[in-house]
């Protein structure tokens, strides 16, 4: 058996940045990841830009060598002040470029089987795996499907849905009712981002909303549309003519926001459609059908692009995301249950593993009931990383203990960064 001293189970945005961090540190490091390919939201999922988190950010060293390693492949720009505008592309090419460097293993297209406990720790992970010849000691027949097993000295479910927590039996904290909408994002490309950034800018004056800045002679912009009321949307009057129309369903006007996209100069990001009627993201019938209603929202977009919008004529689908946008599943229960009276009072800890000021961002699947609240500092204790039942498994990411508001503020990307990054400086000086 193959022992690590780090096993990171889902290679998205918290586990590269925990195994990237536990490779540097010198620890023997394996990170188990679905797909075909590290990034997780950011390329699976296309959710892109990494939103800001705040001026006193911590553990952003894994965060800055991705910004820079995109940066030297052509696959980031520096806009509004952010210089987290990634091509998800090339962003799979600069995760593989770090994990090089940092010496850490990664099984690509590997599923668990089954995980050995022992006096609460976990001992062996049980994966699907073909290249076994390096483990053949450990090669078993199960259900015709070859496996193998390593071992783990610590173990980080990075998984979103917390997979190995769900394995091991832990405790969770989610409730029935708490959801939010999922969304599937795409990209259109074939654009004339001049002639449509020339429209925009007239149509569209209000600069909290629609954004436009030329960068090495590239277009970039972003700019968005919800049916909720809580500000005037210069979009609005296009968006009611499609739906009178019939180009639109008012269901596809419940939120619509779009971004340009670093390297790819005709191309524009949407972070839509949000799907508001299946919300369970743990139950395939309910993301089956989200998935079957989400593409047909897309092609209304392309429709409704290619009308409305100048520059647009010659749109095309181009990409459309390999996994929904979730915003929260299970949360786990930790050493600590965070809280949203933790965040609103900028609650301070002896081991933070993140600090922000990212919103309490909570989307609704009912008109004007979603939430973004405004707050200050706020820290995350690694109490809140770690599994309340299993001694040696942290998790990072959207799964953390913390309860449904909170969670709502820290689930975002650039929090996720900092949380895999300093559950694996913790897990460091544990061995140290």
């Given at each position: 058996?193959?022992?690590?001293?780090?096993?990171?189970?889902?290679?998205?945005?918290?586990?590269?940045?925990?195994?990237?961090?536990a490779?540097?540190?010198?620890?023997?490091t394996?990170?188990?990841?679905?797909?075909?390919?590290?990034?997780?939201?950011?390329?699976s999922?296309?959710?892109?830009p990494?939103?800001?988190?705040?001026?006193?950010?911590?553990?952003?060293?894994?965060r800055?060598?991705?910004?820079?390693?995109?940066?030297?492949?052509?696959?980031?720009?520096?806009?509004?002040?952010?210089?987290?505008?990634?091509?998800?592309?090339?962003?799979?090419?600069?995760?593989?470029?770090?994990?090089?460097?940092?010496?850490?293993?990664?099984?690509?297209?590997?599923?668990?089987?089954?995980?050995?406990?022992?006096?609460?720790?976990?001992k062996?992970?049980?994966?699907?795996?073909?290249i076994?010849?390096?483990?053949?000691d450990?090669?078993?027949?199960?259900?015709?499907?070859?496996?193998?097993?390593?071992?783990?000295?610590?173990?980080?479910?990075?998984?979103?849905?917390c997979?190995?927590?769900k394995?091991?039996?832990?405790?969770?904290?989610?409730?029935?009712?708490?959801f939010?909408?999922v969304?599937?994002?795409?990209?259109?490309?074939?654009?004339?981002?001049?002639?449509?950034?020339?429209?925009?800018?007239?149509?569209d004056k209000?600069?909290?909303?629609?954004v436009?800045?030329?960068?090495?002679?590239y277009?970039?912009?972003?700019?968005?549309?919800?049916?909720?009321?809580?500000?005037?949307?210069?979009?609005?009057?296009?968006?009611?003519?499609?739906?009178?129309q019939?180009?639109l369903?008012?269901?596809?006007?419940?939120?619509f926001?779009?971004?340009?996209v670093?390297?790819?100069?005709d191309?524009?990001?949407?972070?839509c459609?949000?799907?508001?009627?299946?919300?369970?993201?743990?139950?395939?019938?309910?993301?089956?059908?989200?998935?079957?209603?989400?593409?047909?929202?897309?092609y209304?977009?392309?429709?409704f692009?290619?009308?409305?919008f100048?520059g647009?004529?010659n749109?095309?689908?181009?990409?459309?995301?390999?996994?929904?946008?979730?915003?929260?599943?299970?949360?786990?229960?930790?050493k600590?249950?965070?809280?949203?009276?933790?965040?609103?009072?900028?609650k301070?800890?002896s081991?933070?593993?993140?600090?922000?000021d990212?919103?309490?961002?909570?989307?609704?699947?009912?008109?004007a009931?979603?939430?973004l609240?405004?707050?200050?500092?706020?820290?995350?204790p690694?109490?809140?990383?770690?599994?309340?039942?299993?001694?040696?498994?942290?998790?990072?990411?959207?799964?953390?203990?913390?309860?449904?508001l909170?969670?709502?503020?820290?689930?975002?990307?650039?929090?996720?960064?900092?949380?895999?990054?300093?559950?694996?400086?913790?897990?460091?000086?544990?061995?140290?």
């Amino acid at each position: 058996m193959n022992k690590y001293d780090v096993v990171v189970v889902g290679g998205g945005t918290a586990g590269c940045a925990a195994a990237y961090t536990a490779g540097m540190a010198g620890l023997k490091t394996l990170i188990i990841e679905k797909n075909i390919h590290l990034g997780g939201t950011i390329t699976s999922g296309l959710v892109i830009p990494v939103m800001k988190s705040g001026n006193n950010q911590i553990n952003t060293e894994f965060r800055n060598a991705l910004i820079e390693e995109c940066r030297k492949l052509g696959g980031q720009t520096t806009f509004q002040d952010n210089p987290a505008w990634f091509n998800p592309e090339i962003t799979k090419i600069a995760l593989d470029n770090l994990m090089k460097r940092a010496h850490v293993e990664i099984f690509f297209d590997t599923n668990i089987l089954g995980i050995k406990i022992e006096n609460n720790m976990i001992k062996r992970i049980k994966i699907t795996k073909e290249i076994l010849s390096a483990y053949n000691d450990e090669i078993e027949m199960e259900t015709k499907k070859l496996s193998v097993s390593v071992g783990a000295r610590y173990v980080i479910d990075a998984t979103g849905n917390c997979v190995v927590g769900k394995i091991c039996n832990c405790n969770f904290l989610e409730k029935d009712h708490e959801f939010q909408p999922v969304t599937l994002r795409f990209m259109m490309a074939g654009i004339n981002l001049r002639k449509f950034s020339e429209w925009l800018k007239v149509y569209d004056k209000d600069r909290n909303v629609t954004v436009i800045q030329e960068i090495d002679g590239y277009i970039h912009l972003s700019t968005a549309y919800t049916w909720d009321k809580d500000k005037k949307w210069a979009l609005e009057p296009i968006f009611k003519d499609a739906v009178k129309q019939g180009v639109l369903k008012r269901y596809d006007t419940n939120y619509f926001q779009i971004f340009t996209v670093p390297g790819m100069p005709d191309t524009v990001a949407f972070n839509c459609p949000r799907i508001i009627d299946y919300n369970n993201s743990l139950e395939v019938k309910s993301i089956s059908k989200a998935l079957l209603l989400a593409r047909q929202n897309i092609y209304r977009y392309l429709q409704f692009c290619r009308k409305y919008f100048p520059g647009f004529e010659n749109a095309y689908i181009s990409n459309m995301a390999d996994m929904l946008g979730v915003r929260v599943s299970r949360r786990i229960k930790g050493k600590y249950v965070y809280t949203i009276d933790d965040l609103r009072s900028g609650k301070k800890f002896s081991h933070p593993v993140v600090i922000s000021d990212y919103p309490v961002d909570v989307h609704s699947n009912k008109k004007a009931e979603s939430r973004l609240e405004k707050v200050k500092d706020y820290q995350l204790p690694i109490e809140s990383l770690m599994s309340a039942d299993i001694d040696n498994l942290f998790v990072a990411g959207r799964c953390l203990s913390a309860d449904f508001l909170s969670q709502g503020a820290l689930r975002v990307q650039g929090s996720c960064f900092s949380m895999g990054e300093g559950v694996a400086k913790y897990i460091a000086s544990l061995l140290a």
